[in-house]
């Protein structure tokens, strides 16, 4: 599956390591693509989200959800409220998560139930250690995502180990 060219994808941000992942995506995808940045709010203030979208020179986020802190069941339930109803009112052809907070895994998870494909940046990554929320996030994200973009050898080896179809696997 792919998306063609002048469709529109979105790209999830939630904390700080992703704004430094997906900056550089943006840049490049706006240039075949109508991209959309949206901001889930998980990090909020300024020295957590807003020096970032200055000192990498990306544009305002289209979208704050503005979902904040609190528990992982309030977090992840915040975005998936916000996340679905401005999906259902402004369609996408694709959304682009990246890494394991609990932003990534809400965002998977209503784009899955909403059938838009899901492209994760920082697939395959593992720690084994199932007491991390992180833990769950990475795995659980990689089972929704038509698309696994992964960062070393490992991580590929961990996605088909786990019966991931290694055409849905790219290493970048």
């Given at each position: 599956m792919a998306v063609e060219a002048g469709k529109q994808i979105s790209l999830v941000v939630a904390a700080r390591p992703n704004f430094m992942k997906v900056a550089p995506l943006l840049r490049v995808l706006s240039g075949s693509f109508?991209?959309?940045?949206i901001h889930t709010g998980q990090h909020y203030d300024w020295g957590m989200s807003?020096?970032?979208?200055?000192?990498?020179?990306m544009l305002q986020p289209d979208l704050n959800l503005?979902?904040?802190?609190g528990t992982h069941a309030e977090q992840t339930a915040g975005v998936m409220l916000a996340l679905e109803r401005h999906l259902n009112a402004n369609p996408t052809h694709a959304l682009v998560v990246v890494g394991d907070v609990n932003s990534t895994l809400a965002s998977a998870l209503v784009a899955s139930k909403l059938g838009i494909p899901i492209a994760h940046?920082?697939?395959?990554?593992?720690s084994r250690d199932w007491s991390m929320p992180e833990e769950v996030n990475r795995v659980l994200t990689d089972r929704l995502s038509t698309w696994l973009f992964t960062p070393s050898p490992?991580?590929?080896?961990?996605?088909?180990?786990?019966?991931?179809?290694?055409?849905r696997s790219f290493r970048v």
């Open positions: 109508r991209t959309q940045l807003g020096s970032f979208l200055e000192e990498l020179e503005g979902v904040g802190s940046v920082e697939a395959g990554l593992r490992d991580a590929g080896d961990n996605l088909i180990a786990e019966g991931a179809e290694p055409a």
